[in-house]
């Protein structure tokens, strides 16, 4: 779905690494522990609302979806998506305003549960944008074609690059490349990794709220650099 | 006419739907032979039975939670009707406060025991009806040590790691 949307940043995905018990994970056991508010989880609570059409045999139901198992668990959240197994733990917001909730969300979890093994965690922001100058003239900024590149791949052909840094804890990788989703749009996706430092996990529930401004301020300054936005691709497909 | 737009409906349906929860009659692949093609020329299919799309999709809540504070507490102390918990919200600021035992839930007393976690909220439910406000308490279900379990982890280490393990 492309949405004129001028806000750069609406989409992010949160990643930890270590071990999960996945099995604890149900909407009852959020609701229990007020780790979100109620109009999130009674989707995944209510029956199915159902439509039947007769003349095929067939029924669509309508709702929110959820899978809770010792080694995996999915939540369809009003605000985000949870997927969660033993190695594993992943949110995705697509929403701006959903990143208060989703920074809480993941404090208050790791709170109730701080003997959880956290290994490392990032903060992903991927954008597919159309900005108002072409992707070709924004990316030729970067780096030039190289008449090798051009003499084997011919001189049509797109290019993106990678950037790898140190910023504060942060270990970033930047990539920049034109949009598979998004005719003359560009990829912009940022991920700052941080390691854990110590045996418990006050490095993510002390840090996350200076850690996520920090990215989403670079990210979002990355992004305005880049001019206007023209459109944006709001939903990307699972 | 009625047909064909409701076939169409149904292919966009299809198209956008990203979860497909099927009854056990029916496997993916069946769904995508069977429905897919014949929609994509405007007619509906024959045979298709016990088929089951389900949609994700998010009803309009009536209701709309605010949370005013939450808290992470330690019980410290207990005593006849009250017990003693430090709390600390989510910026790290701690508090000491005193529980009346009516607090928790009669299902929840065994869960009550000094050093035990729970969390503690207060938030505001906005409802037809109007507002409301409601406070939460939820200790975590954590077993407490039990005399008996040092019987039962010395034969687990008896088992895993008996005294001749190392005797080459």
């Given at each position: ?25 149900h ?19 209510a ?5 039947e ?35 594993k ?58 008449p ?23 270990k ?18 940022m ?23 920090d ?14 936005i ?9 | ?28 692949n ?9 929609f ?9 039975e ?12 009536r ?38 035992k ?10 009550l ?11 505001s ?9 409601i ?34």
């Amino acid at each position: 779905m492309v949405s004129n949307n001028k806000q750069g940043i609406e989409r992010c995905i949160f990643v930890a690494l270590g071990s999960f018990n996945p099995a604890i994970l149900h909407p009852q056991w959020f609701a229990r522990h007020s780790i979100l508010p109620v109009e999130e989880i009674e989707g995944l609570l209510a029956e199915p609302f159902k439509k039947e059409i007769p003349e095929i045999g067939a029924t669509i139901e309508f709702g929110s979806r959820f899978l809770v198992e010792p080694t995996h668990a999915l939540a369809n959240f009003k605000s985000f998506f949870l997927r969660v197994d033993r190695g594993k733990f992943e949110v995705k917001c697509e929403k701006q305003e959903g990143f208060p909730l989703l920074l809480s969300f993941i404090k208050k979890i790791f709170l109730v549960l701080p003997e959880t093994p956290i290994s490392a965690y990032g903060i992903n922001f991927d954008e597919h944008i159309q900005f108002a100058e072409s992707s070709s003239s924004i990316l030729s900024k970067f780096f030039s074609k190289n008449p090798i590149v051009t003499e084997l791949f011919g001189e049509d052909c797109n290019f993106g690059y990678k950037i790898y840094t140190k910023i504060k804890e942060a270990k970033v990788r930047f990539r920049i490349e034109p949009s598979q989703v998004l005719e003359d749009g560009i990829l912009l996706s940022m991920n700052f990794h941080y390691d854990n430092p110590s045996s418990d996990n006050k490095f993510l529930t002390d840090m996350l709220d200076i850690h996520f401004e920090d990215a989403l301020t670079l990210t979002s300054k990355i992004v305005a650099g880049f001019g206007e936005i023209k459109e944006r691709v709001e939903k990307l497909k699972k | 006419m009625k047909q064909s737009t409701l076939a169409v409906d149904l292919n966009n349906l299809y198209e956008t739907s990203y979860a497909s929860r099927l009854s056990p009659l029916v496997k993916a692949n069946d769904l995508e032979n069977k429905i897919k093609p014949s929609f994509s020329d405007g007619t509906l299919p024959n045979g298709t039975e016990n088929v089951v799309i389900f949609q994700n999709w998010h009803r309009e809540s009536r209701m709309k939670e605010t949370e005013l504070e939450w808290w992470l507490g330690k019980v410290t102390e207990l005593r006849s009707d009250s017990f003693i918990a430090v709390l600390e919200d989510l910026s790290g600021k701690t508090n000491i406060v005193e529980f009346d035992k009516n607090e928790i839930d009669p299902r929840d007393e065994d869960l009550l025991f000094i050093g035990a976690k729970f969390t503690y909220s207060i938030s505001s439910l906005d409802k037809p009806t109007g507002r409301e406000y409601i406070t939460r308490l939820a200790l975590s279900a954590r077993r407490t040590w039990l005399k008996e379990y040092v019987s039962k982890a010395k034969d687990l280490a008896d088992e895993v790691l008996p005294e001749d393990l190392l005797n080459l």
